[in-house]
């Protein structure tokens, strides 16, 4: 058996210590599926006494993850401490400078500066791997690098985010309010006490603008992605959603069509009858559509400390068996920059809640402005409330240009007996 | 760019023409991503003037498969012959032999020679990849051999057969019974001629066989899984599994506990609600538990052109990119061979569908066998039919021993009163 590869763990909060509970306990069938033993020999944390459940006296310990990064002995460097810039950055550019593997679950990293680090890497002659960053325990990446090599990929989407696939299956469920399903989801640990990158949508963008660019050959740029969180959706949508066969969901949606792709996160009405239409809770799931594979789905779990050790080792043992494939599936130079298609070329049906107060000619308002704007009603949902309350009144539209219904939509708005801004919800056709 | 990789292609079927297509139209794109040129040399097929509807007159030619292993310059060997004997056993056997790589979508040969066709590969220093083996389009052995290799896996389980799913959808969807839906799955193209691979359960045994040995480590052992086909549902089993919120797919399951496996294709009833349920049609579906990943599960197409030949085309980009990955995930001396768990031993509950005389006193005697066998009954349903007619009674019990089970189901067969084979359905709570 060759020596030993030599592991430098950067960041030991779930996910570091997860990956050595990994290393430890299955270090014998990971020596032997790898060829080689893997050894942790360094490791950096913000706290080197503290309690976390595994023992990591036998290594060697560093303040300065970038100090680590240069100078140790470790084969792979693996970075997870999380964040697009500072010490993360700085860490593994120091890492592949002196020709080190990474391996990261930083999805902001990878989604801002994937690129560059690529290009450095693949100076380098080195891997930079980020199965972790895209669905936790999903192997989405290993897929679409590897496992679809041979097919143009078309589409490919999912839900990204698991606090908010959570929080609308719970809004669902319980008819409860938003904010009282993100506070459980709080106290639960599902939800950073500081949310707004979950239910902005925020973190699910970082990982559709990782998923586009392996699968479609672009240089990833996530400020392409038309990012809309879930902090509108309420509780009556989502009753009008079961009514009409739906479930929203936050996708994250790319397609690649015409020399153009299009990039965006944002609540989905999708049927109850898709398949991603099952995936509840806090599982993950991604779809991929090739011109060979037809539809290909996965799902599990996309975060928590065991799936995604679990990816973060899996890349750790393919450094240590020999594989090594471009970061982003081709080598840097032949990714393509290719213009985004903006959200407003969308053309779809549209589902819109309005809030109107009960008098006589307000409807035919509404319908001018939906007829002036070229939008074509598919079905309406009208709810009788207490007399004096504002009516909800739900359209659904036939499909329409994005432009068009904006459009509609702003001119609905500035009606006077219009007393809520209107919640407009893409349906998608899955 | 180093030298182009060399293929040759036994077999120009269905499957072989699709991968000589993928490889013609997608020849930039996999370059690229192989980092060289992949470049088919020869093939090999019964007839050699046929229209196939791609253009071979460039390959060298050979009208014996075991002389183009031997002797081709091809590094890698495509194996398209199928059939776990004959010329697909001799041709791969001799492009191991002479140190070719080999790429196989033979289900049936892995599954009765994988152990010593990937001792011999490994002592030749080659690969042997069967993506295309098991569940077609979908990478399950490669998530399985490099994406899960962190963890201990306890369980794999799937929807292997896409013919017998088809076949068990229909029936559901339109109430019709099994050989009437046989017979238009035959005229769809979606059943053999001759569908006794399929529909008794021989083909998902050989794909399960294969993903017990390369989720457990052990040596692969077809000899060892127990196997019924589906020929014996009927059109009101699957109107009382809707009754009682089940739908009935064949599944192979294997798991390993305590040392033991056990690997066993059979009709299951699994709830509507479980994810494996919503996999309809032709579509496949395996599900993985490991101890870190918590569970996974992937679908796609089982079968067809396109993705067959995608997996083909994955393993030869996999390899012209210098992944090597030990067969079953594990060097073959560290391959174990340990006991097999019966499926006498199985506990779990069980359906039973009985046809009843309609006659006093006959309940009591189909009871005592229940109570004599330690049955525990969890529901029971009667439907009335015409007078004289016999009468279907359904039982479904708690947790039961399996060798208590058949004993009491023999025991209620040999009553007069009972007109028909009782039919029994294990029900499995994933």
Chains 1, 2 share one sequence.
Request: with cysteine; aromatic share 6%.
């Amino acid at each position: 058996m060759p020596a030993a590869i030599k592991i430098a763990i950067a960041g030991l909060g779930t996910v570091g210590v997860g990956a050595v509970k990994v290393l430890q306990s299955h270090a014998d069938v990971i020596a032997k599926r790898s060829g080689r033993a893997v050894e942790i020999v360094a490791v950096s944390s913000r706290e080197q006494n503290k309690d976390r459940g595994v023992n990591i006296s036998a290594f060697q310990w560093y303040s300065d993850p970038v100090e680590m990064a240069r100078t140790s002995d470790a084969d792979v460097f693996v970075e997870l401490i999380g964040g697009s810039e500072g010490a993360a950055k700085d860490a593994v550019m120091a890492a592949l400078e002196s020709a080190k593997h990474v391996v990261t679950a930083n999805k902001a990293l990878i989604a801002h500066h994937g690129f560059e680090l690529a290009r450095l890497a693949e100076s380098k002659g080195v891997s930079l791997n980020y199965e972790a960053a895209v669905a936790g325990g999903i192997p989405i990446i290993k897929t679409i690098r590897e496992g679809m090599a041979a097919n143009s990929l078309s589409h490919v989407y999912g839900i990204l985010n698991g606090t908010c696939n959570y929080i609308l299956t719970t809004m669902r469920e319980s008819g409860r309010a938003f904010n009282d399903v993100l506070s459980d989801a709080q106290k639960l640990g599902y939800a950073e006490a500081d949310p707004s990158f979950d239910i902005d949508g925020i973190d699910a963008a970082h990982k559709l603008a990782i998923l586009a660019s392996v699968s479609f050959g672009t240089v990833v740029d996530f400020s392409a992605v038309h990012v809309e969180g879930i902090s509108h959706i309420s509780a009556i949508d989502i009753q009008f959603a079961t009514e009409l066969g739906y479930k929203i969901k936050l996708l994250g949606i790319a397609s690649r069509d015409n020399g153009t792709i299009e990039q965006r996160v944002h609540p989905c009405m999708v049927s109850v009858k898709s398949p991603i239409a099952t995936v509840e809770g806090v599982f993950n799931a991604v779809v991929c559509d090739g011109d060979f594979i037809d539809t290909i789905m996965q799902e599990g779990r996309g975060a928590g400390e065991g799936p995604t050790a679990s990816a973060v080792v899996a890349d750790i043992v393919d450094i240590a068996r020999g594989i090594s494939v471009p970061t982003f599936a081709l080598p840097v130079d032949d990714l393509e920059s290719i213009p985004t298609r903006p959200i407003s070329d969308r053309v779809g049906a549209y589902y819109v809640r309005l809030m109107l107060v009960d008098k006589p000619g307000v409807f035919a308002d509404v319908a001018a402005a939906l007829r002036d704007n070229d939008v074509s009603i598919e079905s309406l949902l009208q709810r009788v409330r207490d007399p004096g309350e504002p009516v909800p009144v739900v359209i659904t539209t036939h499909d329409t240009a994005e432009a068009n219904m904006v459009s509609a939509i702003n001119q609905i708005a500035a009606l006077e007996k219009v007393t809520e801004t209107p919640c407009m919800i893409r349906i998608e056709d899955f």
